[in-house]
C-alpha cells in the first residue's frame, strides 16, 4: 500500500435518504418497529416466565431467542433513530469495528440458536415420552451458552479480518450501519484474501447450523409421515411450523446476503435485504411464536384475567 495515503478515522453512513422530510417519515417507521419489536419480545419473555404452563424446553428457547433479539434489534434500530435526526452521520472506525462485532456476535449466536431449537423440535416429534429426559433443562442452558460462545467466536474472527484493511480516501459507507460488503467496497487493499476468508467464516457458521437444521426436519418429516391420522399430523406440523417460518426468514436473508462475491452487491439491494435479519426478523418473531400457539394465547388470557383481578 502506498505509504502516502492517509487513513481514515471515522466513517460516513449514506442511510436511506438524504431528504429531510423522508427522514422523519423514517424516523417514525423505524421508531414504531423498535417500540413493537422490544414490547413483543420482552411480553413473550414475561409471559414465559410467569406462566408454569411454558416452563418447558420448547418455550425455554423460544424466550432466550426472544431475549437474543432484542439486543441483536438495540445494535441497529437506536443508530439508524439517530442518523435519521442528524445530518452529518458519522461514526468513528472503533464506533465501526464495534457495531460490526455485535452485529456479526448476534448473528452468528442467532444461527446456533435456530439449530438448537430444531434438534429441541426434533427430540418432541421423534421421541415425545422421552422429550423431558433428552432434554433436560442443564442441556437447554448448555444449548443456548454455546450459541453465544461459538457465534461470538465467529464475530472475533470476522471482525478482525475486517478491519485488517486499510480504509483511505473515500469513508462514505452506503449503508446504514457499518456491515462488511459495503466495507470491503471502500477498503484500498487487495479484497480477494479477505472475501475468500469471509466465505469462509460465514460457511462455518452457517454450514453446520444448516447440516443440523436440515438433519432434524428430515426426521421430524419421517416421523410426521408415519402417524396415521390427519388430527396427529397437523398437530405434530404445528409444532415446528412457527420455528420453520422464523428460520427461512433469517436463514434466507442471511444467505442471500453474504454469499454473494462484492461485485453483486448493490447498496439498494443490500439495504433492503438487511432489513429482513436486522429489523424485520426481531420484530415478527415474537407473533411468529405466539399468534398460532394455543398454549401462549391460553397463557396471555390467564396472566391478564389475573391482573384485571387483582385490582
Known amino acids: 500500500m502506498d505509504n502516502n495515503r492517509t487513513l481514515v478515522t471515522s466513517f460516513v453512513l449514506v442511510g436511506f435518504t438524504a431528504d429531510p422530510s423522508l427522514r422523519m417519515v423514517f424516523f417514525v417507521l423505524f421508531l414504531v418497529s423498535y417500540t413493537l419489536t422490544l414490547t413483543g419480545n420482552i411480553s413473550l419473555m414475561a409471559l414465559i416466565y410467569l406462566d408454569s404452563h411454558l416452563h418447558t424446553p420448547m418455550y425455554f428457547f423460544v424466550g432466550s431467542l426472544s431475549f437474543l433479539d432484542v439486543w441483536y434489534s438495540s445494535v441497529y434500530t437506536p443508530r439508524i433513530l439517530s442518523d435519521c435526526m442528524s445530518k452529518k452521520n458519522a461514526m468513528s472506525l472503533p464506533g465501526c469495528a464495534a457495531q460490526l462485532f455485535f452485529s456479526a456476535g448476534f448473528a452468528c449466536s442467532e444461527c446456533f440458536l ?78 480477494r484474501v479477505y472475501e475468500f476468508l469471509m466465505v469462509t467464516f460465514v460457511g462455518c457458521t452457517v ?76 420484530l415478527v418473531n415474537p407473533l411468529i411464536y405466539s399468534l398460532r400457539n394455543k398454549d401462549v394465547k391460553a397463557a396471555f388470557k390467564k396472566v391478564l384475567k389475573r391482573l384485571i383481578t387483582s385490582k
Open 114 to 191: 435456530m439449530a438448537a431449537m430444531a434438534y429441541d423440535r426434533y427430540v418432541a416429534i421423534c421421541n415425545p415420552l422421552l422429550y423431558t429426559t433428552a432434554m433436560p433443562r442443564k442441556l437447554c442452558i448448555q444449548l443456548v451458552v454455546g450459541s453465544y460462545v461459538a457465534g461470538f467466536a465467529n464475530a472475533i474472527a470476522h471482525t478482525g479480518n475486517t478491519f485488517r484493511l486499510h480504509f483511505c480516501g473515500n469513508n462514505v459507507i452506503n449503508h446504514y450501519f457499518c456491515d462488511a460488503p459495503p466495507l470491503v467496497k471502500i477498503a484500498c487493499d487487495d479484497t
Open 207 to 282: 454450514l453446520p447450523s444448516t447440516i443440523l437444521i436440515l438433519g432434524s426436519y428430515t426426521g421430524i418429516m419421517a416421523a410426521i409421515i408415519r402417524i396415521r391420522s390427519t388430527a396427529g399430523r397437523r398437530k405434530a406440523f404445528s409444532t415446528c411450523s412457527a420455528h420453520l417460518i422464523s428460520v427461512s426468514l433469517f436463514y434466507g436473508s442471511i444467505l442471500l446476503m453474504y454469499s454473494r462475491p462484492s461485485s453483486m452487491h448493490t447498496p439498494d439491494w443490500d439495504k433492503l435485504n438487511s432489513l429482513f435479519y436486522t429489523v424485520f426478523n426481531p
